[in-house]
């Protein structure tokens, strides 16, 4: 199930397959949304990201957003 995180001081938000991040996320008060998985908007932000060749950096920049926050709190 994808969900879309929404993550502080960042300009876009991030599409992930990750219940833990989605978890935490929702418990630190970020905005969060689970999708269903035949989403537009989910299909539409990862084929944009496959067409901008940023996949691989988008899933890279959440995850270390996500751990600096783990180590933060």
């Known amino acids: 199930m ?4 929404y993550a502080p001081r960042q300009p876009r938000s991030f599409v992930t ?3 833990i991040i989605y978890m935490e996320a ?3 008060g970020w905005k969060v949304e689970s999708q269903p998985y ?3 908007y989910c299909y ?3 084929k944009r990201e496959q067409r901008r060749y940023e996949t691989e950096r988008r899933i890279q920049e959440l995850e270390r957003i996500w751990a600096e926050e783990r180590e933060r709190r």
């Open 2 to 5: 994808p969900y879309i995180i």
């Open 26 to 28: 929702r418990f630190w």
């Open 38 to 40: 035949d989403d537009e």
């Open 44 to 46: 539409f932000v990862r």
């Open 17 to 19: 397959n990750n219940p």
